[in-house]
T-cell receptor, first 114, second 115 residues
Framework: TQLLEQSPQFLSIQEGENLTVYCNSS?????LQWYRQEPGEGPVLLVT?????EVKKLKRLTFQFGDARKDSSLHITAAQPGDTGLYLCAGAPGFGTSGSRLTFGEGTQLTVNP | GAGVSQSPSNKVTEKGKDVELRCDPI?????LYWYRQSLGQGLEFLIYFQGNSAPDKSGLPSDRFSAERTGGSVSTLTIQRTQQEDSAVYLC?????????????FGPGTRLTVL
């Protein structure tokens, strides 16, 4: 069974601060995705990383996939109150008949205070 | 185009009753997934449908849970003899082809409360 450990579970920071969320596993994933979820809604995909060592940037968000494809990080620069939400990492094994089924981390509840 | 829709949005039931949750995927998406989101346990995979292939039911927590997908489109998740531990948000997602790098589009979920 593939597991993803996400940390921290809760993060409360002031507007303008930087933060990093980590997602770690002992298993290799073919791809790793980061989602953001608002209350009462389903998760919305932010980015997919597929290559070991890959770095993707989405405005103030930087996503990195570890060289061994077992871990990932999300870094937010100069956080804003609009960044508040639940951030989820999810990995897909990429093999077998259900290679696209996602294993999710427990999520990081981010609160950015004005 | 329309996204993934789920109904009902909220369901309150009594312990021991059966419930049916519905998912309408994005038109043309061949892959459909059910996940469950519980407090303190995050999102967990339940079942996966891909085209006409046999579904992957390996995530269903007990034989009280079942799901079907009719005509390659609408899916229904059925929970028989509901228990309080079944209380959770049940999320449905669909993707275009089911490969691991495809984007999974999630519905808003059905919040199930078992009294």
């Amino acid at each position: 069974t593939q597991l993803l450990e996400q940390s921290p579970q809760f993060l409360s920071i002031q507007e303008g601060e930087n933060l990093t969320v980590y997602c770690n596993s002992s298993s290799v994933f073919s791809s790793l995705q980061w989602y953001r979820q608002e209350p009462g809604e389903g998760p919305v995909l932010l980015v997919t990383v597929v290559t070991g060592g890959e770095v993707k940037k989405l405005k103030r968000l930087t996503f990195q996939f570890g060289d061994a494809r077992k871990d990932s990080s999300l870094h937010i620069t100069a956080a804003q109150p609009g960044d508040t939400g639940l951030y989820l990492c999810a990995g897909a094994p990429g093999f077998g008949t259900s290679g696209s089924r996602l294993t999710f981390g427990e999520g990081t509840q981010l609160t950015v205070n004005p | 185009g329309a996204g993934v829709s789920q109904s009902p949005s909220n369901k309150v039931t009594e312990k021991g009753k059966d419930v049916e949750l519905r998912c309408d995927p994005i038109s043309g998406h061949t892959a459909l997934y059910w996940y469950r989101q519980s407090l303190g346990q995050g999102l967990e995979f339940l079942i996966y449908f891909q085209g006409n292939s046999a579904p992957d039911k390996s995530g269903l927590p007990s034989d009280r849970f079942s799901a079907e997908r009719t005509g390659g489109s609408v899916s229904t998740l059925t929970i028989q003899r509901t228990q309080q531990e079944d209380s959770a948000v049940y999320l449905c997602a669909s993707s275009r082809s089911g490969i691991s790098t495809d984007t999974q589009y999630f519905g808003p979920g059905t919040r199930l409360t078992v009294l």
